[in-house]
Nanobody, 123 residues
């Protein structure tokens, strides 16, 4: 059974930093590209950051570029999202996702999803 378990979300103030983690089990982690998506209140789920299986190729949404960093450790089957200089518009449920093949930015190209972790940024 494949499981993606996110953690690290909480209430923070604008300008703070936060690190999200996603522990993956039930699949060959090193064979999957990983990504973080988010769903702001009342909006559709959107791409945040993606990383290839080897951890060398990354992609970011323009809204988070130079503030967020995605990384992974295949030894621990974990993907991280380091978030700096957080803004109120970053408030959302953050989801990690795994894909065997496909485009990093397309939601429907992902095979497995976590349940999400809430990040709230107060102004």
């Amino acid at each position: 059974q494949v499981q993606l378990l996110e953690s690290g979300g909480r209430l923070v103030q604008a300008g703070d930093s936060l690190r999200l983690s996603c522990v993956v089990s039930g699949l060959t982690f090193s064979a999957y590209g990983m990504a973080w998506f988010r769903q702001p209140p009342g909006k559709d789920r959107e791409f945040v950051a993606g990383l290839d299986w080897g951890g060398e190729i990354t992609a970011y949404a323009d809204s988070v570029k130079n503030r967020f960093t995605i990384s992974r450790t295949n030894v621990q089957s974990t993907v991280y999202l380091e978030m700096n200089t957080l803004k109120p518009e970053d408030t959302a449920i953050y989801y990690c996702a795994a894909q065997r093949f496909g485009s990093a930015r397309i939601t429907t190209d992902y095979d497995f999803w976590g349940q999400g972790t809430q990040v709230t940024v107060s102004s």
